[in-house]
């Protein structure tokens, strides 16, 4: 571990190595990791840190971590305030999402096509949870949600199984008016250094 880490962040990844090391399934990992999660984003020190990192408007991630035996990765959003998020998945990920700072919501969508058109999709709101510092939530491969920005600038970390953006797994953006479903690459991984 790095000797300049933060070391509230560098015990979480001790932490999430030794859950990963212990078992090989992808989803009781992440179900293992949610509580450790919930721990972290209650950090005073964190979130006061926080208040320094970038925008990541133009779809950005702040790249936190990549595990290098695991592969696991830890990202941040910094969302600006009310910004509206888009309807996807994660592909194959399995993502567990913390609120740090500020409000948002997470929508959950049921797919009410039945898929058999090639680039259409018909998607229907099915849960809205709005959570504010201390909420995770855990989002399975597939699962067609978005993430809302609320009245202020908001704040999340990410852990995912597996790293995302370009040249990586391609992954479904959905548009609810169009009715229309596209392949794309994840957010422009933009690495951060959490000294
Ligand atoms: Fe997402």
């Known amino acids: 571990m790095l000797a300049s880490r933060l070391p509230v962040f560098d015990r979480f990844i001790t932490d999430l190595r030794a859950i990963w090391s212990a078992d090989g399934d992808d989803g009781r990992r992440m179900a293992?990791?949610?509580?450790?999660?919930?721990?972290?984003?209650?950090?005073?020190k964190l979130k006061a840190r926080s208040a320094s990192w970038p925008s990541t408007e133009g779809r950005k991630n702040l790249l936190l971590y990549v595990d290098p035996d695991y592969h696991f990765v830890i990202n941040a959003v910094v969302r600006v305030p009310g910004?509206?998020?888009?309807?996807?998945?994660?592909?194959?990920?399995?993502?567990?999402?913390?609120?740090l700072?500020?409000?948002?919501?997470?929508?959950?969508?049921?797919?009410?096509?039945?898929?058999?058109?090639?680039?259409?999709?018909?998607?229907?709101?099915?849960?809205?949870?709005?959570?504010s510092q201390g909420k995770v939530?855990?989002?399975?491969?597939?699962?067609?949600?978005?993430?809302?920005?609320?009245?202020?600038?908001?704040?999340?970390?990410?852990?995912?199984?597996?790293?995302?953006?370009?040249?990586?797994?391609?992954?479904?953006?959905?548009?609810?008016?169009?009715n229309t479903v596209v392949e794309q690459f994840g957010p422009t991984q933009i690495p951060y250094e959490l000294a």
């Open 32 to 44: 293992n990791a949610k509580p450790l999660l919930e721990k972290l984003v209650m950090d005073p």
């Open 83 to 99: 910004r509206t998020g888009s309807i996807h998945d994660h592909a194959d990920a399995w993502v567990l999402y913390g609120v």
């Open 101 to 131: 700072d500020g409000t948002e919501s997470l929508e959950r969508f049921d797919r009410i096509d039945d898929g058999s058109r090639p680039g259409y999709a018909e998607v229907k709101l099915a849960s809205v949870t709005t959570g």
């Open 137 to 178: 939530d855990l989002v399975p491969p597939r699962a067609i949600h978005a993430e809302q920005g609320g009245p202020t600038r908001s704040v999340a970390i990410i852990v995912r199984s597996q790293k995302l953006g370009e040249g990586t797994v391609l992954q479904h953006r959905y548009d609810r008016e169009a």
